[in-house]
């Protein structure tokens, strides 16, 4: 998908989480997920780790060289979207307590994902498509 | 997660299901309508025996289960665990058995689990009749497995 397109669904998403209440905190937190995930591949595409067509679902699913680029290119955005993804087995498919605090901090999470995701630029230096030899 | 837990879980979702519009919110509502389904599946599995509702929770990488308790502020430690809850059916996989009737409640399910990469992280058009075919999916499961759940169950909890 393009990164105006991630965009736009990302926009979208966040549109129904203005809707939620505290006590609808799995789907804040998933909600959050689903949305930062299209500001991360947005990112992706825009610094040219990875092609539009190559989308990732979470960034622990990325090659592990692209997530170390992603990790030197936007530390602050993978921070935010981990710190969202860290929430979801405790409070989403699991039953830890203090789910709302936790929804919450999903969705300042996601707006700091947003924030880091929109600063993100194409990098200077080409990427070479990397492989070693075993 | 113990089953009256996963109860819970299912009344709020279901909850949110009626206040969200299948289309202008389809995202989170059909992202709701599968969490709920999901929470139902564990209850029926651990209802007949299938698998027990230990006290720690799933991760999303197929395998890993986290410990309830946070060993820093909003952290928490990853561990291999003998399978309890699943995040889907077949992962990670049940040591016993999954009994037919589980398989064919779960149909529904794998339905609205197909429309996540197309339509949530994907960008195809929602359409009225798509929103139809998940709502009829999402009560063809809940149908299904409250059905299981009245059977005489089998958990040793």
Known sequence: ?134 | MEIAAHEEKIARLSDLIGRLDPIEDFEIWMWACMSAATNALNAALHHLGVTQPFDYFPHQIPGLYVEPKPIAPWRWKRMFAEPGDVIHIGLPPCRAPVPERILAAAAGLHVIEDLRETHVRGGQPVTRELAAACADAYRGAMAAFQTILAEPGRSPS
Request: aromatic residues 6%; neutral net charge; proline residues 7%.
């Open chain 1, 1 to 134: 998908m393009t990164p105006a397109a991630h965009r736009a669904k990302a926009e979208r998403i966040r549109r129904t989480l203005a809707k939620l209440r505290p006590s609808d905190y799995e789907m804040c937190i998933d909600g959050a997920m689903l949305a930062a995930n299209h500001y991360v591949n947005m990112a992706l595409h825009v610094l040219g780790i990875r092609p539009d067509d190559r989308d990732v679902i979470h960034t622990e699913f990325l090659d592990v060289i692209d997530y170390r680029r992603f990790e030197v290119a936007a530390k602050a955005l993978v921070e935010a979207i981990e710190a969202i993804e860290e929430l979801r087995a405790p409070f989403v498919r699991g039953a830890a307590p203090d789910g709302i605090a936790a929804g919450e901090r999903a969705l300042q999470q996601l707006a700091r994902v947003e924030a880091e995701a929109l600063r993100a630029r194409p990098l200077a230096f080409p990427l070479l498509k990397y492989t070693p030899e075993p």
